[in-house]
């Protein structure tokens, strides 16, 4: 028998367990829209919801459906706020053919036609509508030269040119193709050659975003190459070693008067979950209530992909989960070429319905401590420790702990944190910080990362947010952060735990609250 996929999530969103790539989202009017892969094969569909907190949400009618055939469905993608005959608009882009192919047996988008036609555009029927609850679809897309090219990304308008540009997948890297058409229906590629690497589906490109705040120049980064350019100009997902659609950033410079990128870094992760898949950044350019300056964040959110604790079904529709949605920033004080932080939004606060313990400061010890009991049963936390280290500290924090919680990693617990330092702090120079985790739940080593601990910081924070069935871990505010589903089945002998263990003269300060449910209204 195929056991109960456990209870629901809280405060994540829900999202079919075996697809649930997101497609979009986007801020217009001040609302906030969704787009993710929602029904099952063999008939897709491009769910849509919507929130004016990110934290509350209402279904809406899906923007798109299939056809009956494998070569119509609905898979990859993303959305742009595009100027289109003279008005400003939301606009979704997808491959697989979504419900609209041309004739013919040539790849293109994830479809076949002619070779150069594949997917869909679809835009908002009533701009007027605060929901766009209708879209009308318009397909299929013209990609000419397109020669099997996938996954379309955002559009970017070209500054110098003013040519609406936007990159696919191509072979073993990505694409470059430019509006032949005021419709943004008809494309030609330009560059095969745009990028050596290729990203996940929906080619995710972005301008640079906002940078750690603190840090921002007047030109928006207080980076530039050697000859002057500013640095990084844009951020592109990348698959890199942790594999197709992973969170796993580039920077990129490119330079608009010739369209070809000047520098390009190796993909790092923004979230070494070895679960997390397929993610979408918020649209740039989005707007606020009555046409006004939209949020100004870069958001990320993704698919954790293994998010149940039974297997898929087709009638399972919701037993999967999304991340959290995370405020993605750019820190030029990391490594030679800066790097990108992410940590949960601001708004994540007001769930917070009632403390789990009140704020203290506790000693850390060799041996572990209990210092947050979580309710039996389907229950959600806010935790957050602020660590002191001495110089080769170390500090061990184990998450979905029963009564067998030992100091060795990964015994007793259903995630085990190890934070350590090899060094204490100078008036000019960072600790590096190690992070390993030890993941009961996913079976697989996760690779370690290090991050900088700034001379200026009295502590380390550390931020760990629990779910029914996930835990994410944000550790130096976004520098280390990690995903992952976490069963209840850890916890057989009593409610879940929270402890600590490392080095004598660590201290750790722990706050602890109850999160309360992120509703959506079906």
Not at 473 to 485: E, L
Request: proline share 9%.
């Amino acid at each position: 028998p195929i056991p109960p996929p456990g209870p629901p999530p809280i405060w994540h969103l829900p999202a079919r367990c075996e697809e649930g790539d997101i497609n979009a989202l986007f801020q217009w009017e001040g609302r906030w829209h969704l787009a993710q892969q929602w029904h099952a094969r063999p008939a897709t569909s491009i769910g849509h919801a919507v929130s004016a907190n990110l934290l509350d949400f209402t279904r809406l009618p899906d923007i798109l459906t299939s056809g009956a055939t494998p070569d119509q469905q609905c898979y990859d993608g993303s959305t742009s706020i595009v100027t289109r005959h003279g008005t400003r608009t939301p606009m979704l882009m997808i491959d697989g053919g979504c419900g609209e192919k041309g004739s013919g047996s040539s790849p293109c988008m994830e479809s076949s036609g002619n070779g150069s036609t594949g997917g869909v555009t679809a835009f908002p029927a009533n701009l007027s509508d605060p929901n766009l609850t209708v879209w009308v679809r318009s397909g299929p897309t013209v990609f000419v030269g397109c020669d099997g090219s996938a996954g379309p990304s955002p559009i970017i308008v070209n500054p110098v040119t003013q040519t609406p540009q936007l990159i696919a997948i191509h072979g073993h890297g990505e694409a470059l193709f430019e509006a032949t058409s005021p419709s943004l229906t008809e494309w030609a590629m330009v560059d095969a050659t745009f990028l050596p690497e290729r990203g996940g589906g929906g080619g995710l490109w972005h301008p640079l975003p906002p940078v750690v705040q603190g840090q921002q120049g007047s030109s928006g980064s207080s980076r530039t190459t050697a000859a002057g350019a500013p640095w990084p100009t844009h951020i592109m997902q990348l698959d890199g070693s942790m594999g197709d659609g992973a969170p796993t950033f580039s920077l990129m410079q490119v330079d608009a008067g010739s369209s070809s990128v000047r520098k390009l870094t190796a993909p790092v992760p923004v979230d070494l979950g070895l679960d997390v898949r397929f993610g979408q950044l918020s649209s740039a350019g989005g707007t606020g209530p009555g046409g006004s300056v939209g949020d100004p964040r870069t958001l990320h959110v993704s698919w954790l992909t293994l998010a149940t604790d039974g297997p898929c079904s087709p009638a399972a529709i919701d037993v999967g989960s999304l991340t959290s949605f995370r405020d993605l920033r750019f820190d030029p004080r990391i490594g030679e070429s800066g790097a990108l932080v992410e940590t949960p939004i601001v708004e994540y606060f007001g769930l917070r319905k009632g403390v789990l313990n009140t704020t203290r400061t506790v000693p850390v010890q060799s041996h572990p401590t209990i210092v947050v009991v979580l309710a039996a049963g389907p229950s959600a936390a806010d935790i957050e420790l602020n660590v002191t280290l001495p110089e080769a500290g170390v500090v061990s924090v184990g998450v979905g702990c029963g009564s067998g919680f030992t100091v060795a990693p990964g015994t007793g617990c259903g995630l085990y944190v190890n934070l350590s330092t090899p060094m204490a702090a100078t008036c000019d120079a960072a600790r590096m910080v190690t992070m390993t985790i030890t993941d009961r739940s996913g079976g697989r080593p996760v690779p370690p990362t290090s991050f900088p601990w700034f001379a200026d910081e009295p502590n380390l924070p550390l931020r760990v947010m629990t779910d029914t069935r996930t835990v994410e871990i944000f550790a130096g505010s976004g520098r280390g952060v990690y995903s992952s589903r976490l069963s209840y089945s850890f916890c057989v002998t009593g409610p879940c735990r929270v402890m600590v263990a490392g080095t004598e003269g660590a201290t750790a300060t722990i706050g602890a609250w109850k999160l309360g449910h992120s509703t959506i209204q079906e």
